[in-house]
Nanobody
């Protein structure tokens, strides 16, 4: 079992920045590779992929709505995943979830998730 714990959400004005963190613990195997990323909840209560990173290569993937504004990164020594969000817009307001899945190479911004965090709220005011 993989445990994911998010932090760093909050309230910010449009144009501002936030950095989300996701602490990873549990059955993490040093020889396994993961697709890890961030999803957010839509008004329809579904979860849309925002950004992802394949831990084996460091390749990153973004949805069109955040490309150029958000950056996903990982710190393997700290078992932490980050999402740097710049130039935030009111439409970025949502609950953001850290997510992960074991992968032998496939990864995308909307990958099939095996593990979810509890979420952290991001609110952007105009």
């Amino acid at each position: 079992q993989v445990h994911l714990v998010e932090s760093g959400g909050g309230s910010v004005q449009a144009g501002g920045s936030l950095r989300l963190s996701c602490g990873v613990s549990g059955a993490i195997h040093s020889t396994s590779r993961y697709c890890m990323g961030w999803f957010r909840q839509t008004p329809e209560k579904t979860r849309e992929g925002v950004a992802a990173i394949y831990t084996g290569t460091g390749n990153t993937y973004y949805s069109d709505s955040v490309k150029g504004r958000f950056t996903i990164s990982q710190n393997n020594a700290k078992n932490t995943l980050y999402l740097q969000m710049n130039n935030l817009k009111p439409e970025d307001t949502s609950m953001y979830y850290c997510a992960a899945a074991v992968s032998d190479g496939y990864c995308s911004s909307h990958f099939w998730v095996s593990y979810w965090g509890q979420g952290t709220q991001v609110t952007v005011s105009s």
